[in-house]
Nanobody, 129 residues
Framework: QVQVVESGGGLVQAGGSLRLSCTAS????????MAWFRQAPGKEREGVSC????????YYDDSVKGRFTISRDDAKNTLYLQMNSLKPEDTAMYYC??????????????????????WGQGTQVTVSS
């Protein structure tokens, strides 16, 4: 049984930083691409960033490029999202997800929620102005 658990969210002032973590168990973590999504109240869930198996490739939504960095530690079955220069519009529930397909490289469909099969419960990030 696959379990995905996010942590690290909180309240931060604009311009501040947070690091989110996500641990996944019940699967061969190193062989799967992983991603972060977020969902603000009244909005659809959107892709933030994806990292391929073994960290070969990474993708970012344009809104976070240059501010967020995705990384993974396969020895710890853990995914990270370092978020710098946070803005009030980054406020959302952040979700971690495992991408379907062995050794996926986060192809062009990386931001489509249907291509992910295991999701965490989310961690709230609130950025005050």
């Amino acid at each position: 049984q696959v379990q995905v658990v996010e942590s690290g969210g909180g309240l931060v002032q604009a311009g501040g930083s947070l690091r989110l973590s996500c641990t996944a168990s019940g699967l061969t973590f190193a062989g799967y691409a992983m991603a972060w999504f977020r969902q603000a109240p009244g909005k659809e869930r959107e892709g933030v960033s994806c990292i391929s198996w073994y960290g070969i490739t990474t993708y970012y939504d344009d809104s976070v490029k240059g501010r967020f960095t995705i990384s993974r530690d396969d020895a710890k079955n853990t995914l990270y999202l370092q978020m710098n220069s946070l803005k009030p519009e980054d406020t959302a529930m952040y979700y971690c997800a495992t991408k379907t397909g062995w050794r996926d490289r986060c192809s062009g469909s990386w931001s489509h929620t249907a291509t992910y099969n295991h999701w965490g419960q989310g961690t709230q990030v609130t950025v005050s102005s």
